[in-house]
């Protein structure tokens, strides 16, 4: 996980927390596994899976057509959407359709960069979401920012950030696990705890924790 996504995966006091982490160690006590989190940058997160330098990407990886062709995914483990974000006081960008040629922040390598290009050749990339929000805070930087709807609004809550949605979601993204093609018993290991957590009751708890509801439902 890139340790850069809260609240799905962060650094607190410089342990590495959040609804990832613990659906992690939920899913390796399952699997009778010892779970060692990591962090990687983003962009590079894919080939170092590649090269073993961890086993599983467990940080809210969407599943895209492209990505299958380089990795197994999990069955889904949440969904979410892909809001837009502008500062609270923004009155000219109302829809969608007003992205068009404005400055837009995303996380660099993610489907939201893929989106945000569809609009804008203003594009601004980060290594983190949260960064991206607050440079909408900053005068003449950016209009608007593309993120995952729960970490935009978490990042609202608990920091008060003066920022705003735009509309409905545009588009839903399936997060799930990536596993190397190779390590099909792990990802059969990984499906059956993932289902098992869901059961018991163990998801929704985790999910209680940070979101107040269950955002498999």
């Not at 609804?19 to 596994?33: N, P, Q, R, S, T």
């Not at 960069?113 to 804008?120: F, K, M, Q, S």
């Amino acid at each position: 996980m890139s340790g850069l996504y809260p609240p799905f995966n962060y650094q607190d006091n410089g342990k590495l927390v959040g609804f990832d982490v613990e659906i992690g160690y939920a899913l390796a006590e399952k699997m009778g596994m010892e779970p060692k989190p990591v962090t990687n940058p983003w962009q590079t997160i894919l080939a170092a899976l590649k090269a073993d330098k961890f086993d599983a990407i467990l940080g809210s990886m969407a599943i895209t057509e492209e990505r299958l062709k380089e990795v197994n995914f999990s069955d889904p483990y949440y969904k979410s959407g892909a809001q837009v974000f502008v500062h609270a006081d923004n009155g000219e960008i109302q829809s969608v359709n007003d992205l068009h040629g404005k400055k837009i922040g995303v996380v660099v390598a993610s489907t939201f960069e893929d989106i945000a290009r569809e609009y804008t050749e203003e594009v601004t990339t980060y290594d983190s979401d949260v960064t991206a929000l607050q440079d909408l805070l900053v005068k003449g930087r950016l209009d608007a920012v593309i993120t995952e709807q729960l970490v935009g609004m978490y990042a609202i809550n608990q920091n008060d950030l003066a920022i705003k949605t735009v509309g409905d979601p545009l588009y839903i993204d399936q997060m799930g696990i990536a596993i190397k093609k190779e390590q099909t018993e792990l990802l059969e290991k990984v499906n059956a705890a993932l289902a098992e957590i869901i059961a018991d009751g163990t998801y929704a708890e985790i999910s209680e924790k940070y979101f107040g509801e269950n955002i498999y439902d």
